[in-house]
């Protein structure tokens, strides 16, 4: 019988609940000291139920002891005490074993809610602007001199300009375009008689 306060039901813990609002603190005062002397009066049947039970396996298990009269009776009274003694002892040792098995299992299922849980809270993260240089100072620390402009290290191309392309990027209004082209071997001519 174990030391506990289940002796108040669901409805029991929601109806002291709700009067306990209406009640005076003399009835809360009087009911916490019932509650204690009735807890206290648990504690003490169980602490007289474990001794009874001690003392019946003690009865059980440890015979009282008969002294023996001559040597030869001695010696098999010592024989049948380390006999006992070797018994409990591999049950001590059996025991031993499978709770230090069941702590392992107990380490090793912690070790992987930890994993699954998480072991910190990851925290809300900022965006922050940050140039290629600032960041390799940011992981390398003062180490970091190289510079990290990229532009610095490509090869300046000089690039032709075609009096083509020129005069396709001048365009400009397409019908002075066509007047202009007009001489030049009868375009404009060209021009009228698809119109």
């Known amino acids: 019988?174990?030391?506990?306060?289940?002796?108040l039901s669901k409805g029991c813990k929601e109806n002291y609940k709700m009067t306990e609002k209406r009640m005076s603190s003399s009835k809360k005062h009087s009911l916490k000291s019932l509650m204690l002397l009735v807890a206290k009066d648990l504690l003490e049947a169980e602490q007289i139920e474990k001794k009874e039970e001690?003392?019946?396996?003690?009865?059980?298990?440890?015979?009282?002891?008969?002294?023996?009269?001559?040597k030869q009776e001695l010696q098999e009274l010592c024989k049948e005490l380390h006999a006992k003694?070797?018994?409990?002892?591999?049950?001590?040792?059996i025991l031993e074993h499978k709770a230090i098995m069941v702590v392992d299992e107990v380490k090793d299922l912690n070790i992987k809610i930890v994993d699954l849980k998480g072991k910190f809270k990851k925290p809300p993260l900022k965006k922050v602007r940050m140039s290629a240089d600032a960041m390799l100072q940011a992981l390398?620390?003062?180490?970091?001199?190289?510079?990290?402009?990229?532009?610095?290290?490509?090869?300046?191309?000089?690039?032709?300009v075609k009096e083509e392309d020129k005069e396709l990027r001048d365009v400009g209004d397409w019908r002075k375009n066509i007047e202009d082209k007009a001489g030049m071997g009868g375009r404009k001519k060209m021009f009228e008689t698809e119109s």
């Open 1 to 7: 019988m174990h030391f506990s306060f289940f002796f």
């Open 54 to 70: 001690r003392k019946r396996y003690m009865e059980e298990n440890c015979p009282p002891l008969s002294y023996p009269s001559s």
């Open 85 to 93: 003694i070797d018994v409990i002892d591999e049950e001590r040792y």
């Open 140 to 160: 390398l620390g003062s180490k970091h001199k190289v510079s990290m402009d990229l532009r610095a290290n490509l090869k300046q191309v000089k690039k032709e």
